[in-house]
């Protein structure tokens, strides 16, 4: 059950978020500065590439690290294939996941390490078998940790993991969806694909992205109402639901993947997603089914003391162009309705595709903590 009341609380907000969660959402502009700093200084922008790498792998435990080869495959497009390696292991600890890369990995190739612990034994090997096979091994990981000690050995670049100070005592460890995470992990990344001209992310660029991160950190806050606040808004609208998350236009769509495991692994909240149009044959027989709004005559006389609430669907679409021209957002709002399935509409300001990409997952964000909060999770 979602408190509604604790949303236009700040002091009470505050207290329930013992992870710190929205203080991450808040510092995201700011962590993408630092991060940018680190880059920087760890001599991204002096790199002089010899062409470009045949492909880039990428290696990191959790969520943010998928989000991460989600995020740079959908921005570098067709200029270069951008391979996540998925870990193996009996659990999920750092001590237990091991990575192996692929066969025809070799000199022509880049290995990306993303992590925000840095202490997984099998990093440090994946970084040493990388430099065996010839390939150009950056890592972004907090300082002072094994994997750094791996990367000065094999000669691999390593750019600090951009943390807060909070952060650093934190119990228990911050979460691989948390927003500052993400951006910690993504932002020297950026620089350096645009360094080999795989994506365009100058530092003008990377500005930008912090400024609209400022500024929907300013608009999403806890001190702003929920009949004003979007992400707010999308929370209390997501309580008692089953997100079905559509998106629309190529950026979205790691935006929608992201938002759906946020839910999961900061509100314990399942979510389906899909993009547009194929979601409209997807999911059709979902909302004609026993999940739509439509679907228990007998919701009405539930006792709501008593009884817990049906599971209901709610969609929410997710769109990084303005509504004209070719979309499929007219049908997705018809399918929906004529299943009396209410929906949600997310879609960022006018600007470049780096920039409308990080309001959708700000936005997001936002309301992944907010319904991780007011549900208690």
């Not at 078998?129 to 000669?155: D, N, S, W």
């Not at 992990?185 to 990377?206: H, Q, W």
């Not at 990409?357 to 964000?365: G, K, N, Q, V, Y």
């Amino acid at each position: 059950m979602l408190d509604d009341s604790l949303l236009d609380r700040p002091e009470a907000l505050a207290e329930a978020d013992r992870r710190a969660l929205l203080r991450g959402a808040a510092e995201a502009g700011a962590r993408v500065r630092t991060a940018a700093r680190h880059a920087a200084e760890a001599g991204v922008h002096q790199l002089e590439p010899d062409g470009r790498p045949r492909a880039i792998l990428i290696a990191g435990p959790g969520a943010a690290a998928t989000c991460v080869a989600d995020l740079l495959g959908t921005l570098a497009g067709a200029a270069c294939p951008v391979i996540r390696l998925t870990p193996t292991g009996v659990a999920p600890a750092a001590g237990a996941l091991r990575w192996e890369l692929p066969g025809w990995a070799g000199s022509v190739d880049l290995l990306l390490i993303t992590t925000p612990d840095g202490s997984e034994p099998g990093l440090s090997l994946l970084a040493e078998q990388a430099y065996r096979r010839g390939c150009t091994v950056v890592a972004v990981a907090p300082a002072a940790t094994p994997l750094t000690e791996a990367l000065t050995a094999t000669h691999g670049l390593f750019v600090p993991l951009a943390t807060a100070p909070y952060e650093q005592d934190e119990q228990p460890p911050v979460a691989a969806s948390a927003p500052g995470v993400l951006w910690a992990l993504l932002t020297p990344l950026l620089a350096l694909l645009d360094r080999i001209a795989l994506l365009s992310a100058p530092p003008e660029e990377i500005e930008k992205v912090a400024d609209r991160l400022d500024r929907i950190a300013e608009r999403c806050g806890p001190a702003i109402a929920t009949y004003s606040n979007p992400a707010k808004t999308l929370a209390a609208e997501l309580a008692d639901a089953l997100p079905v998350i559509w998106t629309e236009g190529t950026s979205a769509g790691p935006a929608g993947r992201r938002f759906a495991a946020a839910l999961a692994e900061l509100a314990g909240r399942p979510a389906l997603v899909a993009e547009l149009p194929e979601a409209l044959a997807e999911h059709n027989a979902l909302l004609a089914g026993p999940l739509a709004a439509s679907a228990d005559p007998d919701d009405f006389f539930r006792d709501r003391v008593e009884e817990p609430p049906a599971l209901h669907a709610r969609v929410v679409l997710l769109r990084d162009r303005p509504i004209g021209g070719l979309t499929a957002a007219p049908a997705a709002r018809e399918l929906a309705l004529g299943h009396d399935t209410p929906i949600s509409e997310l879609e960022p300001e006018a600007g470049d595709e780096l920039v409308t990409l990080a309001e959708l997952i700000a936005t997001t964000d936002f309301a992944a903590v907010y319904l991780a909060l007011a549900s208690g999770a």
